[in-house]
Nanobody, 127 residues
Framework: QVQLVESGGGLAQAGGSLRLSCAASGRDFDAFDAYALGWFRQAPGKEREFVSGISWNGGTVYYSDSVQGRFSISRDNNKNTVYLHMNSLKPEDTAVYFC??????WGRGNSAEYEYWGQGTQVTVSS
C-alpha cells in the first residue's frame, strides 16, 4: 500500500507562482525510485486531466500543452517527494491537483497507468 499526500495548494494571483509537493509513504512502499510520478488536475465540472509526469530517475518528463513552459516537475528520491513548480499562473489553472504513482512506468499522461492517487490539493488562481 502506498500513500500519497499533496501539499502546497492555496490561493494565488494571476501571474504568480505556487509549488506543490507530494510525499509518498506506506507499509509496502520501499522503493520510491521504482515509481514514475504524475500530476493531474480536475476543475469543477470538467474531467480529470494530465498536467505533468516524471520517470523514475527524473530523466524523462512530460507536460500537457496547457502548462508547457510555465510548470516544471521534479523529484527528490531521497525525500520520497515529487514537486510541481507552477509559474505564470492563470485563472484557468484553478483546479484540484492530484499526485499519482505508476509502478515501473514513465510518467505519461494515461491516468489508467497510475495505481496510487493522493487526495488532492486545491489551487485557486484569481484574476
Amino acid at each position: 500500500q502506498v500513500q500519497l499526500v499533496e501539499s502546497g495548494g492555496g490561493l494565488a494571483q494571476a501571474g504568480g507562482s505556487l509549488r506543490l509537493s507530494c510525499a509518498a509513504s506506506g507499509r509496502d512502499f520501499d522503493a520510491f525510485d521504482a515509481y514514475a510520478l504524475g500530476w493531474f488536475r480536475q476543475a469543477p465540472g470538467k474531467e480529470r486531466e494530465f498536467v505533468s509526469g516524471i520517470s523514475w530517475n527524473g530523466g524523462t518528463v512530460y507536460y500537457s500543452d496547457s502548462v508547457q513552459g510555465r510548470f516544471s516537475i521534479s523529484r527528490d528520491n531521497n525525500k520520497n517527494t515529487v514537486y510541481l513548480h507552477m509559474n505564470s499562473l492563470k485563472p484557468e489553472d484553478t483546479a484540484v491537483y492530484f499526485c499519482a504513482a505508476d509502478y515501473g512506468g514513465w510518467g505519461r499522461g494515461n491516468s489508467a497507468e497510475y495505481e496510487y492517487w493522493g487526495q488532492g490539493t486545491q489551487v485557486t488562481v484569481s484574476s
